[in-house]
């Protein structure tokens, strides 16, 4: 039986590159749709869906490392090759909060521990705006930054659609089908695609604005062949 909140697709055939996508159609909190997406890590915070949007549940308040608790949710089964998509909803912009998405790669999570590449853009189109990549390292808030792509030409509107890939060491992020970053690094050789968000809200000002930025759709697929392939201009799958 298709339950109606189950708007994906999972294809692991052979010939056939693993395949998954979904909108996010009904009320969850936390995202589940039956245990698909994953989120393990007990010291971050949780991915929900109402209005169609998946949208976090960070405070947007803490201080120190507490202030990374980002919200995330990850699918599990996918090699270690892969790529993944969205389509960004960005209802209230505000250059003087932090309001990330994130496409996550190679994801892994368990109790207090979540590594794995976190490729996002700031909800902005403006001098603020800011495309990185970062390497989860385990406990909450270590991590590495691995690019850091700053100005105009890294704005993120209503609409857009953010992708990223990691084929061997190499680890893609586009808007749009146009690169905006691209780093190397093989510390991580394995886990799964997933989404993420991060808000934070300077002298309190955004709290509650979790429900204005998410994703309205989302795509992962295995990329296949010997060494990989990355489908650079391919923005919509």
Not at 20 to 38: I, M, Y
Not at 127 to 152: C, E
Not at 202 to 227: E, I, M, Q
Request: a negative charge; aromatic letters at 10%.
């Amino acid at each position: 039986m298709h339950a109606p909140w189950l708007c994906l697709a999972l294809l692991a055939t052979a010939g056939t590159a693993q395949t998954f996508s979904t909108t996010f159609d009904t009320d969850e909190n936390p995202l589940s749709a039956n245990g698909t997406w994953l989120n393990r890590g007990l010291d971050w915070t949780r991915i929900r869906t109402g209005g169609g949007l998946a949208y976090g549940t960070q405070s947007g308040t803490d201080r120190g490392a507490a202030m990374y608790d980002d919200s995330y949710a990850h699918l599990s089964g996918f090699p270690p090759d892969q790529e993944a998509w969205g389509e960004v909803a960005i209802a209230k912009p505000d250059p003087a909060c932090h309001q990330e998405v994130e496409i996550l790669l190679r994801w892994t999570s368990s109790p207090h521990r979540t590594t794995g590449y976190e490729c996002f853009a700031r909800c902005t189109d403006d001098g603020g705006s800011y495309v990185q990549i970062v390497r989860w390292d385990g406990p909450l808030g270590k991590f590495t930054y691995l690019a850091d792509k700053r100005g105009t030409e890294y704005g993120l509107k209503n609409g857009d659609i953010l992708k990223a890939s990691v084929v061997g060491d190499v680890i893609t992020v586009f808007i749009n089908g146009v690169e905006k970053a691209r780093a190397k690094d093989d510390t991580h050789a394995s886990g799964n695609p997933g989404i993420g968000t991060f808000l934070f809200c300077d002298g309190g000002h955004g709290v509650g604005s979790n429900a204005h930025f998410g994703f309205k759709s989302f795509t992962a697929r295995a990329v296949g062949g010997p060494g990989g392939r990355s489908s650079d201009s391919d923005a919509t799958g």
